[in-house]
């Protein structure tokens, strides 16, 4: 079973969610702002995808642009990364798909036709 972790207001996430209800893909939705990830289960999702945590931040977001985080995250470790990103579901990366070895991060419906059965 899948986990789509959205923000039901992101075009990218409905875009995400109509693919898997188009495909007949089984999942459970998880609202990112009223459930946010935290650190445990960030750096789990980061180790799974093998991706530098940096691809889990949403570098498009208004409260990214409003913590200036672009300059900051350059002088942070990984711990203070993951404790940044489990402060605020709007800083992270969505769509994200969530199977038990594998972590999608963002919406790419040729990745995403490739990768799921």
């Known amino acids: 079973m ?3 972790i959205c923000y039901p207001k992101c075009s990218t996430c409905k875009k995400a969610e109509d693919f898997l209800k188009n495909n007949n893909i089984k999942y459970n939705y998880r609202n990112i702002k009223e459930e946010k990830l935290k650190d445990k289960e960030l750096d789990r999702l980061v180790k799974l995808s093998k991706k530098d945590i940096k691809n ?3 570098v498009t977001g208004l409260v990214y642009r ?3 985080l672009k300059d900051k995250l350059l002088n942070m470790n990984y711990e203070e990364k993951l404790k940044v ?3 605020d579901g709007m800083l ?3 769509p994200i ?3 038990d070895d594998l ?3 963002g919406f790419d419906e040729k990745v995403w036709s490739k990768l799921i059965k």
């Open 92 to 94: 992270v990366k969505r």
């Open 85 to 87: 990103l489990s402060s």
């Open 66 to 68: 409003k913590l200036n």
């Open 103 to 105: 972590v999608f991060i």
């Open 56 to 58: 889990f931040f949403n």
């Open 97 to 99: 798909l969530v199977a």
């Open 2 to 4: 899948y986990t789509l």
